[in-house]
């Protein structure tokens, strides 16, 4: 199903196959393991993360996944009944929370695939997620150590770097096809100040 709807739309899909448990550790470590946090989840495709955010949250707090595309939306959400599985934009991400009564994420879990993106959608889509995190929050996100020191793969670390006080690089993981690291983004820099 992955290679299909990359075949069908290869520009929101952004890989051939999905993330493996490896990469799914360590994307998700950031997710609180007590309280009840609000998780998330931005682009999980078939749910390569989804499953690593469940069993962290263990029945806690909420878990919010937000797809654009409604087959692989639609999937989730039969796979996965616990989660709420929202077919929309990034981009909208305020407007879902606030359709659940919420202002903000503790988390946010991206499998979005940034180097698919042009340069102005990259930018709205981070804007929006920032704009969602409270000064505690934080962000994981992936990139493919082949593409790393490509344009587009800079040019997201340095917008990572303009909109959160730290971001922390993980190690290679290299049980991941492709071999890939994280980014993990804390205190969100607010803008205007």
Avoid: K
Wanted: glycine share 8%.
């Amino acid at each position: 199903m992955f290679l299909l709807e990359f075949a069908r739309s290869p520009l929101t899909v952004g890989a051939i196959a999905p993330s493996g448990p490896a990469l799914a550790r360590v994307a998700t470590a950031v997710v609180p393991r007590t309280g009840a946090p609000v998780v998330v989840e931005l682009g999980p495709g078939t749910g390569a993360f989804t499953g690593a955010i469940q069993r962290r949250l263990a029945g806690r707090g909420r878990h919010i996944a937000v797809e654009v595309n409604p087959r692989f939306a639609q999937r989730l959400a039969a796979r996965h009944p616990g989660v709420d599985v929202v077919t929309a934009d990034a981009t909208d991400l305020a407007a879902v929370l606030a359709d659940r009564g919420l202002r903000t994420a503790d988390v946010v879990v991206s499998g979005l695939p940034w180097a698919a993106f042009a340069e102005t959608d990259r930018r709205d889509a981070l804007s929006a997620l920032v704009a969602t995190l409270p000064p505690h929050g934080a962000l994981t996100t992936f990139a493919y150590v082949h593409a790393r020191w490509a344009p587009p793969a800079r040019s997201l670390l340095r917008s990572l770097r303009s909109r959160f006080d730290e971001v922390a690089i993980s190690r290679t993981v290299w049980a991941n096809l492709p071999p890939a690291l994280v980014y993990c983004c804390r205190r969100p820099i607010e803008r205007g100040r």
